[in-house]
């Protein structure tokens, strides 16, 4: 099992900044990852994405956000992180990682592949 472990989320002024991370673990071999992405979820609605990156690193993010957040990963530590500025009270949102086609490996067994979900991260962006 693989367990997607987000942080940095916290309590922020209105043009203010934070910087999340993700990390994917387990007790299995990650083989490999494909898409990462960042997606949240404000009170009473439905969860949406923000960015996502490609293994290879390309970019793509929703319009709300183009210019303010970064999203990046590290390959070598199975993380993605999102930098975001300029925050503005509408960010307010618990935010999610995402990977998709993650491979694990156990020894003498066929590799898997599935999508995970981390637990979130709250950011409350205030004025």
């Known amino acids: 099992q693989v367990q997607l472990v987000e942080s940095g989320g916290g309590l922020v002024q209105a043009g203010g900044s934070l910087r999340l991370s993700c990390t994917a673990s387990?007790?299995?071999?990650?083989?490999?990852?494909?898409?990462m992405a960042w997606y949240r979820q404000a009170a009473g609605k439905q969860r949406e994405l923000v960015a996502e990156i490609t293994s290879d690193g390309r970019p793509n993010y929703v319009d709300f956000v183009k210019g303010r957040f970064t999203i990046s990963r590290d390959n070598g530590k199975n993380a993605v992180y999102l930098q975001m500025n300029s925050l503005k009270p509408e960010d307010t949102a618990v935010y999610y990682c995402?990977?998709?086609?993650?491979?694990?490996?156990?020894?003498?067994?066929?590799?898997?592949?599935?999508?995970?979900w981390g637990q979130g991260t709250q950011v409350m962006v205030f004025y």
């Open positions: 995402r990977a998709e086609r993650v491979i694990t490996v156990v020894a003498g067994e066929r590799p898997v592949e599935r999508d995970y």
């Open positions: 387990g007790r299995i071999s990650i083989f490999r990852i494909g898409n």
